[in-house]
């Protein structure tokens, strides 16, 4: 090949690689929530229309990174927000090499006292590199609900309704932080993996449940998920975080039975792989990237 071929080819390489980062490049002036496929856990980037991020929880080890650097440009190193629902090993331990590897602007937990290294090495990041903290779920202060702004979306703090800082639990799960990411006319709810017994407490409040995509509770436990519940959040699609063949049996057949009857679009991670919710404020898409993405 001419030499003068070889630089023409180089040159349209260079183009079309500078094209794809363009195209790929994010904001695009939406709202994306990515459920990352990290197998048995937990872990979902919210990409602002604004250019801020949330990362809620991390998954049960470092795949967390593989998958950011799937749903981020390779140049994003920016971190906004990182709430860690509980402390349990399928959520925490991915967030301890997030917190070294990305510039995190705050974290949000509710200070649960809890007996477990990953979450050890957690807290001992977030006070090495003197992290803001924002003690999640906060409808106590001052009885005032006190919900959390950035950019222009609204995270509506539903769970704990007291501070749980210090506090033991004999199920971590039910002290899960829950909230409604709002944007425009659209709502997103993150329960953690908030169980029946604190699901009944939701319940029996007079909060606004609704929301448009749920990120089901608890991998798709059947501990989870009561109609009663189902019925107030009414969602039109349903995104399932679990790991391929799971010990647990994850989700279970009684959950993705309460979703059909009520024609709520399920995904799945451990079938669909990353699961992307994107809206605009007014509509709301559901796309699943597939197994090999
Ligand atoms: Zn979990």
């Known amino acids: 090949m001419e030499l003068a071929q070889k630089i023409l080819w180089a040159g349209v390489a260079m183009l079309a690689f500078l094209l794809g980062l363009c195209l790929f490049s994010l904001p695009d002036g939406k709202l994306h929530v990515?459920?990352?496929?990290?197998?048995?856990?937990?872990?979902?980037?919210?990409?602002?229309?604004?250019?801020?991020?949330?990362?809620i929880d991390g998954g049960p080890d470092n795949s967390v990174l593989n998958e950011l650097g799937k749903v981020m440009p390779f140049y994003e190193k920016n971190i906004d927000l990182v709430i860690l629902s509980h402390p349990h090993l399928d959520h925490v331990n991915g967030l301890v090499e997030v917190l070294k590897r990305y510039r995190v602007g705050a974290v949000m937990m509710t200070g649960v006292s809890y007996n477990y290294s990953?979450?050890?090495?957690?807290?001992?990041?977030?006070?090495?590199?003197?992290?803001?903290?924002?003690y999640g779920g906060a409808k106590f202060s001052n009885g005032r609900g006190v919900d959390y702004r950035l950019g222009t979306v609204i995270l509506d703090m539903i769970f704990p309704f007291d501070s749980e800082q210090g506090r033991t639990f004999e199920n971590q799960n039910n002290g899960s932080i829950v909230f409604r990411l709002l944007y425009g006319k659209k709502s997103f709810y993150f329960p953690g993996?908030?169980?029946?017994?604190?699901?009944?407490?939701?319940v029996a409040s007079n909060l606004n449940l609704h929301a448009d995509f749920l990120k089901a509770p608890h991998h798709g436990s059947r501990t989870s998920d009561t109609v009663p519940l189902l019925e107030r959040i009414q969602p039109q699609y349903a995104a399932i975080s679990c790991g391929v063949n799971n010990k647990f049996?994850?989700?279970?057949a009684i959950t993705l039975q309460h979703f059909q009857e009520r024609h709520i679009a399920t995904?799945?991670?451990?079938?669909?792989?990353?699961?992307?919710a994107v809206s605009d404020g007014d509509r709301l898409w559901v796309k699943a990237w597939g197994k090999n993405s």
């Open 193 to 202: 993996d908030l169980e029946m017994e604190g699901e009944e407490k939701l």
């Open 34 to 55: 990515f459920v990352l496929d990290i197998g048995q856990g937990d872990s979902i980037l919210i990409q602002l229309p604004t250019d801020e991020r949330i990362l």
């Open 249 to 252: 049996g994850h989700p279970h």
């Open 118 to 134: 990953g979450y050890a090495a957690f807290l001992e990041q977030v006070t090495q590199q003197h992290l803001p903290v924002v």
């Open 267 to 276: 995904y799945r991670t451990d079938l669909d792989g990353i699961i992307e």
